[in-house]
């Protein structure tokens, strides 16, 4: 069954303490993994997009890996400005749109 | 730039009303797509358009109905509202194109609808 799932479903970090975000993923014939960001009571904003194993992305506090199973997204030092829900999303498969599947996302916290 | 505006931000209806959610986007995106949001659940697709005229079911399209007239609105449609439609609904849109024709990469969200049945 094609899947995406997050871990850990929620995170407390105190401010400085970095950690990372797991996204794994079981489909067939990946086309891109995506990261977002969605802050309470908004949508969610596009962060990155991951297309091969081995693919890295950069900004600010943030970089996501990507391998064959999984993507990490590691926050180094993070601020109480990260806090928010991450969410992974999966595109695969054939045609023209494929499909895209999304993790149920990780809520982080970060306390000064 | 307004990118994806929806509307209404907030509604309460009783079983079995109707109502439409309207999304309107100004980026030329061909694209345009319906989600729920449920706790824990992640997100979900309802509806999904490639251009004006064409529509497509999603993951979960019961109880819903979607039109797409022009390039800039795609309206969702609640006929017979029931308590299981009670949900944070995100419009959304996307250019395709990008990476070798692909299709549809990175999307564009509104804010969100919050619907309550009661």
């Known amino acids: 069954e094609d899947q995406v799932t997050q871990s850990p479903e929620a995170l407390r970090l105190q401010e400085g303490e970095s950690s990372s975000l797991n996204c794994s993923y079981t489909?067939?014939?990946?086309?891109?993994l995506f990261w977002y960001r969605q802050d309470p009571g908004k949508g969610p904003e596009f962060l990155f997009t991951?297309?091969?194993a081995g693919e890295e992305k950069e900004k600010e506090r943030l970089k996501a890996t990507l391998t064959k199973k999984e993507s990490f997204l590691h926050i180094t030092a993070p601020k109480p400005e990260d806090s928010a829900t991450y969410l992974c999303?999966?595109?695969f498969g054939s045609g023209n749109t494929g499909k895209l599947i999304f993790g149920q996302g990780t809520t982080l916290q970060v306390k000064p | 730039n307004a990118g994806v505006t929806q509307t209404p931000k907030f509604r309460i209806l009783k079983i079995g009303q109707s109502m439409t959610l309207q999304c309107t986007q100004d980026?030329?995106?061909?694209?345009m797509y319906w989600y729920r949001q449920d706790p824990g659940m992640g997100l979900k697709l309802i509806y999904y358009?490639?251009?004006?005229?064409?529509?497509d079911k999603g993951e979960v399209p019961n109880g819903y109905n979607v039109s797409r007239s022009t390039t800039e609105d795609f309206p969702l449609r609640l006929e017979l509202a029931a308590p299981s439609q009670t949900s944070v609904y995100f419009c959304?849109?996307?250019?395709?194109?990008?990476?070798?024709?692909?299709?549809?990469?990175?999307?564009?969200f509104g804010a969100g609808s919050r619907l309550t049945v009661l």
């Open positions: 959304a849109s996307s250019y395709s194109g990008a990476r070798g024709g692909s299709g549809a990469n990175v999307l564009t």
């Open positions: 489909v067939s014939g990946l086309r891109g």
């Open positions: 991951l297309y091969s």
């Open positions: 999303a999966v595109r």
């Open positions: 980026m030329n995106h061909n694209y």
């Open positions: 358009s490639v251009g004006a005229g064409i529509t």
